[in-house]
């Protein structure tokens, strides 16, 4: 069956497109006005511009034909010239009053089509265009934005119409960094914002410790996390591992690093960050301490203190594929570049960075530096950061995927936001929340 689709059509209106999804037929004729193919200032773009935006849009699909069908304001002759320029088709889709009744009056059989979706064509224009202004520093071209840009559209509708607030990691993908995200930064400042927000609804892009710790510091809002994703760190631990480490170690105060899942929190003395593990072991009265759990980390900060740090062996699976001696390799080549590593790597990269410490110090560093070149040890989101906020620094080098992190989707944000599952709604024991709280407390008020 051949199925005609036609109307005050605007190519890529997100309603007329979802309409076009729901006709069943063997082949989909869509055909676009004359007014939307001059290019006039309202419609800048071409008939081939608009062709290439809708199969953009629709996916590639051998089942679509699109083609122009000039105007000629003339209701008579109307259908006739329209068969003319497309050819035989069985039914005719529309939305449009006064095309049913032509095409009824000439005997066709016509259905209606309905828009579920209410966002412009004009408005994913202007939304395409904002995300490419930054994306395009990333990889993403002009029409990876037109894709997504219904999507982040409605996302930040519903946002603030619920009263919500997006926090993303810096290592989450660009589109959601860019498009939907009200925060950006590391767990710490994350969770120091989550605390403070007045929002009703906080959606946390990133793994799902970190909207354990949103939950904790906010019992009463609601806290929704796009997609359940693990980390290495926080699972390398049980709190029966820490009890047991407890017993083991009787009188050691537990600092457990944020990567941590929530009941490993209550189980431990004091909590910590990448950017404040120093300061908050030091703060400890105790000679010796458990440090858990990453023992890469752990290592660095035995460097720095004269305390002895008892270590649990977890790592970043991230973190730790980094090399020393392909580091060194690349510097030679960039001898001006800044080596910038986090601290989750491995101790023999940290001995000769320019800087170690947490995602946001090494962004403050490349927001302060006047180097050029500069060389990101961490997980990719962070390039992409920089790429788009300091377009006049190069990276050198590569930088590692988190699998955790990058599960995340904008779509996953949609549905949490719309209708969420039910392992996208963060919920703990009350007594839980108490215990993690404090070790929590005791880190902010530090
Ligand atoms: S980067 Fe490492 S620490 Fe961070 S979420 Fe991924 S696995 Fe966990």
New binding site residues.
């Given amino acids: 069956m051949i199925a005609l689709f036609i109307g005050r059509f605007q190519p890529f209106h997100e309603g007329h497109l979802d309409a076009i999804k729901q006709i069943k037929a063997d082949k989909i004729i869509i055909g676009i006005g004359s007014s939307q193919y001059k290019g006039t200032k309202d419609n800048p773009y071409s008939f081939v511009e608009r062709k290439k935006i809708i199969e953009t849009m629709l996916g590639k699909n051998n089942q679509y034909q699109i083609m122009a069908i000039p105007d000629i304001h003339n209701n008579l002759r109307w259908v006739q010239h329209v068969k003319k320029i497309v050819g035989n088709f069985d039914i005719v889709f529309t939305g449009n009053k006064l095309t049913e009744k032509l095409f009824k009056e000439k005997g066709y059989q016509v259905r209606k089509t309905k828009i579920k979706v209410k966002i412009s064509g004009t408005a994913i224009r202007d939304e395409a265009n904002r995300l490419f202004e930054y994306l395009q520093k990333t990889c993403y071209s002009y029409e990876d934005c037109l894709k997504i840009a219904p999507l982040t559209l409605e996302i930040n509708q519903l946002k603030k119409k619920q009263n919500a607030i997006i926090l993303a990691h810096s ?1 989450q993908t660009p589109d959601i960094m860019y498009g939907v995200a009200d925060y950006l930064g590391d767990s710490y400042s994350l969770s120091k914002i989550a605390k403070t927000s007045k929002a009703k609804k906080i959606i946390f892009c990133s ?1 799902y410790f970190m909207g354990e710790t949103a939950k904790i510091l906010n019992p009463k809002k609601e806290v929704l996390v796009p997609t359940l994703a693990g ?4 699972d390398s631990i049980t709190p029966a591992q820490v009890r047991k480490l407890k017993k083991k170690y009787p009188g050691r105060p537990v600092v457990c690093y944020i ?1 941590t899942t929530a009941k490993v929190k209550a189980e431990s003395d004091i909590c910590c960050t990448s950017g404040n593990a120093l300061k908050v072991i030091n703060s400890l009265p105790q000679d010796e301490i458990i440090f858990l759990p990453d023992i890469l980390m752990g290592k660095n900060l035995q460097k720095l203190t004269s305390k002895k740090i008892i270590l649990w062996n977890g790592t ?4 730790e594929k980094f090399n020393a001696h392909s580091i060194l390799q690349v510097k030679k080549q960039f001898p001006n570049a800044k080596i910038l590593a986090h601290t ?1 790597c491995n101790p023999n990269i940290v001995d000769f960075a320019d800087l170690a410490g947490s995602t946001n110090d090494l962004l403050n560093f490349v927001d302060k530096t006047e180097s050029k070149d500069i060389m990101l040890i961490t ?1 990719c989101g962070l390039s992409d950061r920089v790429r788009v906020e300091h377009p006049d620094k190069n990276i050198i080098g590569t930088c590692n995927l ?1 699998p ?2 990058k599960k995340i989707t904008l779509q996953d944000i949609l549905i949490a936001l719309k209708n969420p599952r039910k392992n996208q709604i963060v919920k703990l024991d009350k007594k839980i929340i108490t215990k993690a709280k404090k070790s929590l407390d005791k880190m902010l008020l530090l």
């Fill in positions: 290592y793994v980390c290495s760190l926080a990567n970043c699976i991230v973190h989750e997980e988190c955790y992190m």
